[in-house]
Structure formats: C-alpha cells, structure tokens
C-alpha cells in the first residue's frame, strides 16, 4: 500500500485539505438585498474606458446616495481604482473599494474575477462578516464562487502550518436582491469542489501517488453514499488493460483505475466523465526535459476535475446517471519501462506500437474509456485531460480545446463551457489525420510523424480509435489546468479548470 515510503505519505488527507475547505464547510452564507448591521462592506468601482480618472460605483442594490458619497470621498483622496483596492468609513460602517475587471470575456468569468479581487483586498483585515454588494449584470453566485477560490491556501505541506480559521470571515453575506437561492447552493458546492481539485493539484507526487489518489477518492465516495469500484493492477492485468499498464510499468506505486457511480433522478440514462490522472508524469524512457518537469505533478488534473464533479454531486443529484471515472498511474522510468518501440494490446483489443513512452495520456485513456464504454453504456463520455503541449501553441493558458466525433454534442459542452465561464475552443477531427495513427506493424501508434505536426489532434484522433460509436468529447486542458490565465481564475498553481463545465454538462444532461 502508499504511504509507508515516507512520514509524509502517513499524514491523512483531511488534515492537509486547505484552511478554505474547512472555513466552507461551517461557513454562515447568506444572500440579502442589503447590508447587514455589523458587516464589512466590498463595493465595485467601474472605470471608464477611456479616462481611468472617470470612474463610479457599481452595486445593484447600494442605494445612489451612499454610492456618491463613497465615490467622492474616494474622489477627494485623489484615488484612482489602478491603484488597487480603498478601505474607506462611511457613516459608522467599513468599506471596501475593488476595482472591476475591464477585459472583454464573458460576464461569468468576469463575476469571478471580482469576488477573487474582493478575497484578495480584504484577506489581512481578518473580518467576522463580509458582505459583497454584487454589481449590475454580475450574478452573486459567481462572485461568490470567485471570493472562496480568492481565500485558497495552500499552507498544508508548510512545515510551520498552523491552522487560522479565524482570519477568513465566519460569515459572508452576497448583496443582491436577484440572486436565487438555488444558484448560491450550487456556487457554494463549487467552491467546496473547486478547493478540493486544487488541494488534489498542488499536492506533491509523493504524496499524491496513484495509490492515495484511489484512497481518497474511495472515502469521498463513501462519505457521500456513491458506489465506488477501484481496480488495481492484477485486475486491470486480468481485463487485459495493456495500454494503460504499458505507462505504469516503470513505477514501484501501482495504478488505479478508479469508478465512482452517481446515482441520478432518472437512471435510465447515463453519461460518463473520465480523467486523465497522471499523477507524476517524468515521460518514461521518453524522458522530459528537467527545466519545469515538477509541474508533471498536475498531470493528474483532468482526474482532479472528475472527483471534484463527484464532490459537487454529494449536494447537487444530476438528472441523469453519471459515471466518473479516473486512470491513475505515474510515467516514470526503470528497468522494467516500457520501451519506444514496444507493441501493447489495450482492453478493446486493438494493438498500439509505442513510439514515444511521453505521449502516456492517450494509453491510459484509451483503456479507461473502452473500459467505462464496455460496462456502463453511457449516451454520452466526455473526458478530461492535460494531454498536449501542443494545445498552448494553439490556445495558450485562456482556454481548452474541445474535440468531439459528435457535432451536436460539440455544441452542447461548448453550451455548457460558456455558461459555467470556461472557455472552449473547438478543433477539427479531420478525416486526412486517420492514416497517421495507424501504426507500422501494429493497428496504431501512440505519435504521428514528426512532420505531420498538429499535436493536440494527434491525440484526440488516437483517442477517438477507443470509443467506437459512442458520443464523445475530449477536453484538453494542458494549457489551463494550471497557471490558467483566464480571468477568473487563480493565475499560479491548480486552477480546477474544467471542474464547472463537466457539473454543467451533468446537470443539464436531458437528452
Ligand atoms: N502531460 C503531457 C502534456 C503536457 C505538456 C501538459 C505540457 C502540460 C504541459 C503529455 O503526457 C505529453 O507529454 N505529451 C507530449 C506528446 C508528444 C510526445 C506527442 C507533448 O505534448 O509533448
Ligand atoms: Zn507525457
Ligand atoms: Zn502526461
């Protein structure tokens, strides 16, 4: 088992989750329509485009009065929002003013960024109540979603860690007389999703081994009363699972292919969520580049995204069945690696000659969705993976490419990707690609020639080879999963990008 190489690894996952995911679970949140008595106060101050020193408060619901008051007292300061957040006093109560993004992306995105920017001024002044006024067209969901993510910290390996509940608010209230209550439970999920993906990221690769991955995703499961079904390596050996074990070979910690059942309101009908769960990815003999090769420790975040689904589904049923799946192994090297020019059979039985041990991803993939395809008969799979260098080329860190051999179920997640404030981006699965996964000696190789270029298709196309007619889109978050620069997300570190489109796409699934 994990965990008796290293004092570290002994140490229970619950004590090292981040102060936040404590602070959320006993948080007191409320929406109102205006400020409460005793609470300290973040207004939005908006710029004008074209004059910097031309700017007002935007809150829906603070009356016009207290909002010309505030802003000329900012005025007579000689403030300008550039200069970041002002604390100010008016009429016996604490404010704070926080500059409103001003880059051009969707309202959502943007919302979040405010409530992190909010998070971010007010972090030091240890508040026992914080109230938000939302700005007009902002929903208070999503600035709340974007103020938990702002109170991240992940002090839990500090050796010096000591937990300080007591310097996040006790109470947080969200102004905003249009918010539904349904809406702030589900960004109040999110946020407890969303610290528990980006725990599973930052966490270190010997800490966070395959083995771990699969204990923690077994207790969450439990907690919530979900099935959980953990393969281990003599069973994934016994169904022939070649290609996934091919990566793992050259590991001491044994893979997990690790199966957690949400049972929906209508079980007649499933869709299935599978992540790529790397959980340190060296290249194998195929080896990286030692500059930077520590980030391999988010490989792991499709797989991060997928439990962070399932910890959203402990307090939100999805209308139909899904099935969260995530391969966990490592990509390392030994004497007992795979080689560059081996041939492996995966599960569906098709043959995969091996031309470089780093492009891992799609192995573990490839087996894990034939397997969940096999078994479950999902309508629909959508899976989630850092797999290409290649897709920041393309798309740098805003966004994620989205690949699918089913246009109607392409224009359903990038639906989803809009509402949940993720940006997706479709790339094409072109016909002339096929012949360049068709192996030398085997039915396929794991790369394509050099020349053929077109990385991030490359590994869409060979993972479209293992899910036959089944609909299916592949997001590739290699440029996202960590040190995102999409507004609204935490820019250094685990993002949990992805994590509120795949709940979107469950929640929505109706057919
Ligand atoms: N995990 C990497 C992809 C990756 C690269 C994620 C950079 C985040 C940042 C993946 O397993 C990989 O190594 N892919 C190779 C494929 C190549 C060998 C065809 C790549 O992108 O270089
Ligand atoms: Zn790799
Ligand atoms: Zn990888």
Not at 85 to 112: D, F, I, W
Not at 291 to 320: I, N, T, W
Request: proline share 4%.
């Amino acid at each position: 088992m994990s965990g008796m190489r290293h004092a570290l690894a002994n140490e229970s996952w619950k004590s090292l989750l981040p102060d936040s995911s404590l602070w959320l679970n006993k948080l007191q949140l409320a929406a109102a329509a205006q400020l409460p008595q005793t609470a300290h106060a973040v207004v939005g101050v908006q710029a004008k485009d074209d004059d910097k020193a031309n700017y007002s408060i935007n809150a829906r619901d603070l009356d016009k009065s207290t909002q010309d008051q505030l802003s000329s007292q900012a005025k007579a300061l000689g403030w300008l929002p550039a200069a970041g957040p002002l604390h100010l006093q008016l009429g016996g109560r604490n404010y704070s003013l926080v500059p409103l993004p001003t880059s051009k992306v969707n309202v959502v995105q943007l919302a979040r960024q405010f409530g992190l920017d909010a998070a971010r001024a007010t972090k030091e002044l240890r508040l026992a109540h914080l109230a938000v006024f939302v700005p007009e067209s902002y929903s208070g969901a999503d600035v709340f979603d974007g103020l938990a993510s702002g109170f991240y910290g992940h002090l839990g390996f500090k050796g010096t860690r000591k937990r300080d509940l007591e310097k996040l608010p006790g109470a947080v209230t969200i102004i905003d007389s249009a918010l539904v209550p349904q809406a702030l439970k589900s960004a109040h999920a999110h946020a407890r999703a969303a610290a528990l993906v980006r725990f599973l990221q930052d966490a270190p690769p010997n800490y966070l081994d395959p083995v771990k991955f699969a204990e923690i995703a077994n207790e969450l499961a439990k907690d919530a009363g979900f099935n959980c079904q953990i393969l281990d390596k003599a069973a994934m050996t016994a169904l022939g699972m070649g290609s996934f074990l091919s990566v793992s070979d050259g590991s001491v910690t044994e893979p997990r292919l690790i199966t957690i059942e949400i049972p929906g309101i209508d079980n007649s009908r499933s869709i299935a969520l599978v992540g790529k769960g790397l959980t340190f990815d060296a290249g194998g003999v195929s080896i990286k580049a030692a500059v930077g090769m520590e980030e391999m420790k988010y490989d792991m975040s499709g797989g991060a995204a997928v439990l962070g689904a399932v910890e959203y589904f402990r307090h939100h049923q999805p209308p139909c069945k899904v099935i969260c799946a995530i391969g966990a192994t490592e990509n390392l090297i030994s004497g007992g690696a795979t080689r560059p020019g081996d041939i492996v059979r995966a599960f569906n039985g098709k043959t995969i000659e091996i031309h470089n041990t780093d492009a891992e991803g799609r192995l573990v993939l490839a087996d894990v969705l034939a397997y969940v395809i096999k078994e479950h008969k999902p309508e629909l799979v959508v899976d989630i993976a850092t797999l290409t260098g290649a897709v920041l080329m393309a798309l740098g860190s805003v966004g994620a490419a989205l690949f699918s051999n089913d246009q109607a179920a392409a224009d359903f997640v990038l639906g989803c990707g809009k509402a949940a404030g993720e940006p997706l981006w479709q790339l094409p699965l072109w016909g002339e690609f096929e012949k360049e996964t068709r192996g030398d000696v085997a039915d396929l190789k794991n790369i394509a020639k050099a020349s053929v270029k077109a990385g991030s298709i490359m590994g869409a196309m060979f993972i479209k080879e293992f899910v036959g007619d089944t609909k299916w889109v592949h997001l590739d978050i290699a440029g996202t999963g960590w040190n995102c620069q999409a507004v609204g997300f935490p820019s250094a570190g685990g993002s949990s990008f992805g994590l509120r489109t795949l709940t979107t796409i469950a929640m929505r699934y109706q057919r």
